[in-house]
């Protein structure tokens, strides 16, 4: 099955704001919304939102997410130094019942 | 607080079969409406998706690895587990199980590499 597109690296200054994307269809994206996962080197994923614009208890407040069509997008605002990170979007593709993942986008803070 | 925790075998040689267990405490797999994952991540790549269970043992699969894949869930003693026959050099990943609500994947476990080699 087809995974989502995510650029494989965005890069942004200190305290600065970045925003992240991931394509799917209108099959996954575009039907239920896309989650989004943050993973430190040598860590687990992370849950940072679901369903589009949904932070689990705990996630900071300078994060948030949002979807226009088939395009699911991660802002992070004030970029700290803590923030460098992998992140990955998934989405459930409700054609195929599979749940897919983009390749990942490295965060990289200057 | 839940949490999960991967153990298995951490080598596994080609053509055998790879088995994982991953115990949930904290919580309960019949929790309603979580559902538990199984997902890999080959070292230095991305993350893939093995198959999602519920506790009713409703269960989906990642069509590129269903006819190699078997899991389970043990809701007596709250363990998810992982059968991969067949394994190649390509089945090596860091191996993790996750769970929570559909499609909101709050509780993962620390992940366990497993090695395909002779």
């Known amino acids: 099955q087809a995974g989502l597109t995510q650029p494989p690296s965005v890069s942004e200054a200190l305290r600065q704001t970045a925003t992240l994307t991931c394509i799917g269809n209108?099959?996954?994206?575009?039907?239920?919304?896309a989650a989004w996962l943050q993973q430190h080197q040598g860590h687990p994923p992370k849950l940072l939102s679901y369903?589009?614009?949904n932070r689990p208890s705990g996630i900071s407040e300078r994060i948030s997410a949002s979807r226009s069509g088939n395009t699911a997008s991660l802002t992070i605002t004030g970029l700290q130094p803590e923030d460098e990170a992998d992140y990955y979007c998934?989405?459930?593709?409700?054609?195929?019942?599979?749940?897919?993942f983009g390749g990942g986008t490295k965060l990289i803070v200057l | 607080q839940l949490q999960l925790q991967e153990s298995g075998p951490g080598l596994v040689k080609p053509s055998e079969t790879l088995s994982l267990t991953c115990t949930v405490s904290?919580?309960?797999?019949?929790?309603?409406?979580?559902?538990w994952a199984w997902i890999r991540q080959p070292p230095g790549k991305g993350l893939e998706w093995i198959a999602t269970?519920?506790?009713?043992?409703?269960?989906d699969y990642s069509p590129s690895l269903k006819s190699r894949v078997t899991v389970s869930l043990d809701t007596s003693k709250d363990q998810l587990s992982l059968r991969l026959r067949s394994v190649t050099a390509a089945d090596t990943a860091i191996y993790f199980c996750?769970?929570?609500?559909?499609?909101?994947?709050?509780?993962w476990g620390q992940g366990t590499l497993v090695i395909v080699s002779t």
């Open positions: 996750a769970g929570g609500p559909w499609q909101q994947p709050d509780y």
């Open positions: 904290g919580g309960s797999l019949t929790t309603n409406h979580y559902y």
């Open positions: 269970m519920y506790k009713t043992g409703t269960t």
């Open positions: 209108n099959d996954d994206v575009g039907n239920g919304g």
């Open positions: 369903r589009n614009n």
């Open positions: 998934s989405a459930w593709d409700n054609s195929l019942n599979v749940w897919v």
